[in-house]
């Protein structure tokens, strides 16, 4: 297991949008977390790819985009284009699961696939040797600032002992903080989502810290 903290962008301050990939990147992340939400796969609306091609030019830190939207088939070439290193997609909105999959890695760009708290993580087993990336949405998704299920541990560790010996990465997205990152750390996965409970700290580079060094 690595150990990696990946801000979610969406909880930043975008009139000092440089400023804040700065911070978190001066603190020690390597990669930044891209919410996007189209007002009907989940209740909210966020960015599209214009956006995400023009914080591209900002900086060359791993971009994630995570596709809270339906139809991901539709859009996939778009976020790609944009500068998105991985594409996250979610199981409860594709229509075909290995089509997307392809879509994604024919461009070079590592696939992931996202799953919501109520979602069966062994129905990912088909696709074990296809993904990059397996996102357990811990909190429901459109959100943000909703508390942590605990029940998603169990998807967590599941996970982690179906992806065996392969390098596929697994993250956590939702209600992570400091009272919870912990038991999150030891089921063994590699990527924790940290909004709000990064960017709205008063130091960010100390709670990026604190977050990485919890036992």
């Given at each position: 297991m690595t150990?990696?903290?990946?801000?979610?962008?969406l909880s930043a301050d975008f009139t000092n949008i440089r400023e804040q990939i700065d911070a978190v990147q001066n603190a020690g992340a390597t990669r930044l977390h891209i919410d996007v939400m189209d007002g009907h796969f989940v209740p909210n609306l966020t960015f599209g790819p214009f956006i995400i091609k023009q914080?591209?030019?900002l900086t060359n830190i791993h971009f994630e985009t995570h596709l809270m939207i339906e139809n991901p088939d539709q859009y996939l070439q778009k976020y790609i284009d944009a500068g998105s290193d991985t594409v996250i997609f979610h199981y409860e909105a594709s229509t075909d699961i290995s089509r997307d999959i392809n879509i994604i890695k024919k461009n070079n760009v590592l696939a992931g696939i996202a799953i919501n708290p109520d979602t069966d993580p062994n129905l990912l087993k088909p696709y074990i040797n296809q993904i990059d990336y397996i996102l357990v949405m811990s909190v429901f998704p459109g959100f943000g600032g909703q508390s942590f299920i605990l029940d998603t541990l169990e998807t967590m560790?599941?996970?982690?002992?179906?992806?065996?010996?392969r390098e596929i990465l697994i993250g956590v997205d939702g209600g992570v903080n400091l009272k919870t990152i912990a038991e999150v750390y030891r089921t063994g996965i590699d990527i924790v989502i940290v909004g709000s409970g990064l960017y709205k700290a008063d130091s960010i580079n100390d709670r990026f810290r604190d977050l990485m060094n919890v036992s």
């Amino acid at each position: 297991m690595t150990r990696n903290i990946s801000p979610s962008i969406l909880s930043a301050d975008f009139t000092n949008i440089r400023e804040q990939i700065d911070a978190v990147q001066n603190a020690g992340a390597t990669r930044l977390h891209i919410d996007v939400m189209d007002g009907h796969f989940v209740p909210n609306l966020t960015f599209g790819p214009f956006i995400i091609k023009q914080i591209r030019e900002l900086t060359n830190i791993h971009f994630e985009t995570h596709l809270m939207i339906e139809n991901p088939d539709q859009y996939l070439q778009k976020y790609i284009d944009a500068g998105s290193d991985t594409v996250i997609f979610h199981y409860e909105a594709s229509t075909d699961i290995s089509r997307d999959i392809n879509i994604i890695k024919k461009n070079n760009v590592l696939a992931g696939i996202a799953i919501n708290p109520d979602t069966d993580p062994n129905l990912l087993k088909p696709y074990i040797n296809q993904i990059d990336y397996i996102l357990v949405m811990s909190v429901f998704p459109g959100f943000g600032g909703q508390s942590f299920i605990l029940d998603t541990l169990e998807t967590m560790k599941r996970l982690v002992e179906l992806k065996e010996d392969r390098e596929i990465l697994i993250g956590v997205d939702g209600g992570v903080n400091l009272k919870t990152i912990a038991e999150v750390y030891r089921t063994g996965i590699d990527i924790v989502i940290v909004g709000s409970g990064l960017y709205k700290a008063d130091s960010i580079n100390d709670r990026f810290r604190d977050l990485m060094n919890v036992s």
